[in-house]
Structures are given as C-alpha cells and as structure tokens.
C-alpha cells in the first residue's frame, strides 16, 4: 500500500458525459501528479500540481481539468468524454524537495468510455 | 526534451536465470532515472532511482541498475529470477529543476518467468 488512495476504482461512462477522479496524496506530500496509461500511449504525464498551484502541465486535453485542495487532495475532471479517453488514469505524490523525490503511486481508475 | 527507449516489450527467462532488461535514456541535463515494478491490476511501485550518487544503485527485491553515461544506459538485473518477479517493467527520466519533475515513461518490459 503506498499510501496513495484514488476513488473510484472503475468507472463506466458513455461517450459526451462528464466524471471526475479523485485522488488522495499520502500524508505530507505537497505534490501531486495525474499520468494516463493506455495501450496505444502508454504512460503518460498530464499535470502536476504543487500545494494548490499548477506547477507543470503535459500532454493533456483541454477537455480535463484538474485542481487540488486546500486539504491537498486533487480532482481530475474529464468531460466531452471520447472512447480514446478509456484509459486507466493514475495520481501519484512526493515530498518534493527537489532532490528527485520518490512518486508514490495510486492504483488508478479505470475509465471506460463506451 | 527527456526520453526513455525499453529495448524488447517482452523478455522471457528460466526461473534462477539472470534477468536484463534494457534502458537507454536522453536527457538536455543531467539526468534522474528510475524503474517501477506493475503488478497486474495494481499502481506503480518504486524498485530503485538513480539521482547522481553511486552509478551502481540497489533496489527492493534483489533488483539493482548501473548508470552508465558514456552509453546513455540505465540497464536493470536481478542474479536469479524469481516467479514473483513476473511482471511489467518501466523505466522513467525526470530532470533536475523546479517544475521537471514530472517522469518521462518507456513503453514498458513484460517480464514472464518460466518454471
């Protein structure tokens, strides 16, 4: 257990509606990261964030959102949903020193879209 | 820009035999370099990071890496495979410096062990 909590576990949604992940860091991490994993992409980084302020942004459609608490726990929203967005969507945190902290990683939400 | 290239997205060795799974990177800066460990159906787990210390770095579970500059490489071993060590292997680079700390994934080793 890493200490990383992610609801929901599953999602089953059709195409154009909206959900929302979210993600609990463990206790202490400021930082929290949302990454895509899919057959045909792979793993891939969306976007961090950093005691509540956007530190860093990847590959992510302007149809997801992501934001995070006060109470350090984020939310990633993904509307307009596509059959491409069907995917299993990972959170990860760190201390984040800037020493190359350890990711600790959630696991996941699995996300169908049909 | 950071990437990571997995040589062979399935590697297959004897239970007790040596395990090598390769890892080259590319990075503008010096680089961090990790491999996670994914069971099926769960997240990802640390086995080991290199951030500029020792080039040999020694993970969990009997895994360990050497960072080789000169080859841009990252390779990861285990002496003797273990039917536990079955699983997905990735290799990741993040950068030094505020706001690269996000990693950069390989596509990913499939590890089968046969009996």
């Known amino acids: 257990d890493s200490g990383v909590t992610q609801t929901p576990k599953h999602l089953i949604t059709a195409t154009g509606q909206r959900v929302t992940l979210r993600c609990s860091p463990r206790?202490?991490?400021?930082?929290v990261y949302w990454y895509q994993q899919s057959l045909d992409q792979g793993l891939q980084f969306l976007i961090q964030?950093?005691?509540?302020?956007?530190?860093a942004k990847g590959n992510i459609l302007e149809r997801f959102s992501a934001q995070q608490f006060p109470d350090l726990h984020s939310e990633l929203n993904l509307s307009s949903l596509e059959l491409g967005d069907s995917a299993l969507y990972f959170c990860?945190?760190?201390?984040?020193?800037?020493?190359?902290?350890?990711?600790?990683f959630g696991p996941g939400t699995r996300l169908t879209v049909l | 820009a950071q990437s990571v290239t997995q040589l062979g997205s399935h590697v297959s060795v004897s239970e007790g035999a040596l395990v090598l799974l390769r890892c080259n990177y590319s990075s503008s800066v010096p680089p961090y370099l990790f491999w996670y460990v994914q069971y099926p159906n769960q997240g990802l787990q640390l086995l080991l990071k290199y951030t500029s210390a020792a080039t040999l770095v020694k993970g969990i579970n009997g895994f360990e890496a050497e960072f080789k500059k000169s080859e841009t490489s990252f390779h990861l071993t285990k002496p003797s495979a273990h039917m536990s060590d079955a699983a997905e292997y990735f290799c990741a680079v993040s950068e030094v410096g505020f706001g690269n700390e996000k990693l950069t994934f390989g596509t990913g080793t499939r590890l089968t062990i046969i009996p």
């Open positions: 964030y950093y005691n509540g302020e956007e530190r």
């Open positions: 990860a945190s760190s201390v984040d020193r800037g020493e190359a902290d350890t990711q600790y």
């Open positions: 206790s202490g991490d400021l930082s």
